[in-house]
């Protein structure tokens, strides 16, 4: 099992920046796939970008391709999404998953989630 906890989120003017981590409370850290996800208000959850098992493969939703980037760091066992020239559409609850299927291009089997931590991009 492994137990995920976000950090990062806050409010930011429109093409502004923030760095979200999600930090991993187990041993084997490079056993999952990870990933964040995201809710707006009134709507379903949605994916953002994955990071495989060793770090070497990434997948991003269009919305976000060329402006976030994922990234892991093993010693911190901590996952980031670095997100750039963020837009108001992109204000939501921002959650971490986790798996242990390594696919990581399919979005509906993570195991485990965070709490979630909110961005608000505002116009």
């Known amino acids: 099992q492994v137990q995920l906890v976000e950090s990062g989120g806050g409010l930011v003017q429109a093409g502004g920046s923030l760095r979200l981590s999600c930090a991993a409370s187990?041993?084997?850290?490079?056993?999952?796939?990870m990933a964040w996800f995201r809710q707006a208000p009134g709507k379903g959850r949605e994916f953002v970008a994955a990071?495989?098992?060793?770090?070497?493969?990434?997948a991003y939703a269009d919305s976000v391709k060329g402006r976030f980037t994922i990234s892991r760091d093993y010693a911190k066992k901590t996952v980031y999404l670095q997100m750039n020239s963020l837009r108001p559409e992109d204000t939501a609850v921002y959650y971490c998953?986790?798996?242990?299927?390594?696919?990581?291009?399919?979005?509906?089997?993570?195991?485990?989630w965070g709490q979630g931590t909110q961005v608000t991009v505002s116009s």
């Open positions: 187990t041993r084997t850290f490079s056993s999952y796939t």
């Open positions: 990071i495989s098992r060793l770090g070497v493969t990434t």
């Open positions: 998953g986790a798996k242990t299927v390594a696919v990581i291009d399919r979005e509906d089997d993570y195991e485990y």
